[in-house]
């Protein structure tokens, strides 16, 4: 089990400890595996949100890994191709293991 100061935060050289302007008390969050079904979508080349933290957070709590071949934050529902892969895993369950993303200018 992983114990993890933020649920999105599996990276310990984090940004931020906190949003800024939070009101609330940070609560320690601990996540672990379980049976449900649960996909993670990284981006490979993305620096806000480092493709390792997808895969160091695969490692703590399971699921299927979507990658992204690209640098752009959200691109997958922007992308016909993405798109579609991401809808079949709602619709059916299946799920390729990713999608090119937006092309570079």
Not at 32 to 58: D, I, K, N, Q
Not at 92 to 103: I, N, T, Y
């Amino acid at each position: 089990m992983v114990k993890l100061r933020h649920a999105y935060d599996a990276n310990p050289r984090r940004y931020t400890d906190v949003p800024a302007g939070w009101p609330l008390p940070v609560q320690e969050t601990r996540v672990h595996r379980t049976a449900g079904s649960l996909v993670l979508s990284g981006h490979r080349h993305e620096p806000v949100s480092p493709y390792e933290w997808t895969t160091r957070m695969r490692g703590a709590i399971g699921g299927t890994l979507f990658t992204v071949e690209d640098d752009m934050h959200g691109s997958a529902i922007r992308e016909s191709d993405c798109a579609a892969e991401l809808v079949s895993y709602f619709l059916a369950g299946r799920l390729s293991q990713g999608c090119q993303g937006v092309a570079a200018p």
